[in-house]
């Protein structure tokens, strides 16, 4: 090549721009000093981002911490649900950059799945049978035939507002005509009651026993006396006063909110479900014990028992979506496809066979046991489980009651 092709030969080449001036120092960590060639110093570790900078970019990282959302959640939600046991065996393998991590997965689903479940659920209260004072339950301690009646009329003015709420939902106005039914039931009764009564104490026989004299009326009593946090608190001798204070401050909660369901069941029902997430967070590392007992001649760690507890649970979380998103869908359909409702309904039956089947299925592959192990193991382990779920559930819905 001679000089005049190497000439037009560099001509032809794009030029390369070249910086001016001194290259820019780099950026020194603010704890130790040292250089800063990434987002982490390389000496002690500390991160180049702090919480002094703009809030969108604060949140941005709160949002991918909390529910780590990006491509890796759609690598995880369909063998989750459809791979019993993979998930598990690819982090126990080591591969577990390219999915969600396990508790990640297990809040993300805990949380949307409640959420769900709350907006499917319908917690009118003309959904529910109405026990409260003025309805079925006052009818049953009226004392006189015009007491009947009244209680009577009132009852039914709540049903007929609750009927107008309820506009043209077809289940909801069937169960308030059930509810009405019942009312009517019960009046009968407690007048035929009130006459026996009245023609027993004309012909100077003993009167017949009152039905409901027995009957829970919601007021908490201690060694059956009435409670009252004046003349008949609870005290526990060995427990501080303070103790005791609090003791007598959830009782009074409890019985106001006892009386309230009476009258609003729908939300005493949502007052539970508000528990129930902080229940299964308790419930969550005892379920992983019960694995470790199951299985201790495996020698696995306990850690890797809670993973398998935790991919467990997000997988009972997305069935239940899976489910509720199906009963929703149903809802739709019979109204305006109805020709898709016999479909939906035997993918719901579909969904709720397929929760015990991927759970047993997810043991034998995680743990490599054969089937009647795998078998005796489930079942101890799934009564022991839904012993514990049992108490749980009790104590949500105690806390429900107790917490103001």
Not at 53 to 69: E, G, P, Q, Y
Not at 226 to 237: E, N, R
Not at 332 to 340: D, F, I, K, P
Request: proline letters at 6%; charged letters at 15%.
């Amino acid at each position: 090549m001679n000089h005049e092709e190497a000439t037009e030969t560099a001509a032809a080449r794009p030029a390369v721009s070249v910086p001016s001036g001194p290259p820019a120092p780099p950026k020194h960590c603010g704890n130790c000093g040292a250089p800063m060639y990434g987002p982490f110093c390389y000496a002690c570790g500390q991160p180049e981002k702090g919480m002094i900078r703009h809030l969108a970019s604060v949140m941005a990282d709160v949002a991918d911490t909390i529910f780590n959302v990006d491509s890796r959640i759609f690598r995880s939600i369909l063998p989750l649900y459809f791979r019993p046991g993979f998930l598990t065996n690819e982090y126990f393998a080591g591969r577990r950059t390219r999915y969600v991590t396990p508790f990640r997965l297990f809040f993300f689903l805990c949380v949307i799945s409640f959420f769900a479940i709350q907006l499917s659920l319908d917690l009118d209260d003309a959904n529910f049978n109405f026990v409260g004072e003025g309805q079925s339950g006052g009818i049953e301690r009226a004392q006189t035939a015009a007491e009947v009646d009244t209680r009577l009329q009132e009852s039914l003015e709540g049903l007929a507002a609750a009927r107008s709420a309820a506009g043209h939902r077809a289940k909801a106005v069937a169960k308030i005509e059930k509810v009405e039914a019942q009312l009517h039931q019960k009046a009968q009764e407690r007048l035929a009651w009130i006459q026996r009564r009245d023609e027993a104490k004309a012909a100077g026989r003993p009167a017949p026993p009152d039905p409901t004299a027995d009957d829970d009326d919601g007021t908490l009593s201690i060694d059956g006396t009435p409670w009252d946090p004046v003349t008949h608190p609870i005290a526990v001798g060995w427990l501080p006063a303070f103790a005791n204070a609090k003791l007598n401050s959830m009782a009074q909660h409890a019985k106001d909110n006892i009386n309230a369901a009476r009258k609003h069941p729908g939300e005493a029902i949502a007052r539970l479900f508000s528990v129930l997430p902080q229940t299964l967070f308790v419930l969550m590392p005892l379920f992983a014990l019960l694995l470790k007992i199951a299985y201790i001649f495996k020698r696995r760690l306990y850690m890797e028992h809670l993973m398998v507890a935790l991919h467990s649970h997000a997988f009972i979380f997305m069935s239940l979506l899976v489910i509720v998103s199906l009963h929703l869908l149903i809802g739709w359909a019979g109204a305006s496809a109805t020709w898709l409702v016999p479909v939906l309904n035997l993918l719901r039956a579909a969904a709720w066979t397929w929760l015990p089947i991927y759970l047993f299925l997810m043991a034998r592959r995680v743990y490599h046991q054969g089937w009647f192990m795998t078998t005796f193991k489930f079942c101890l382990v799934g009564f022991c489980y839904l012993f514990l779920l049992a108490f749980g559930l009790a104590g949500a819905a105690i806390a429900s009651l107790t917490i103001a």
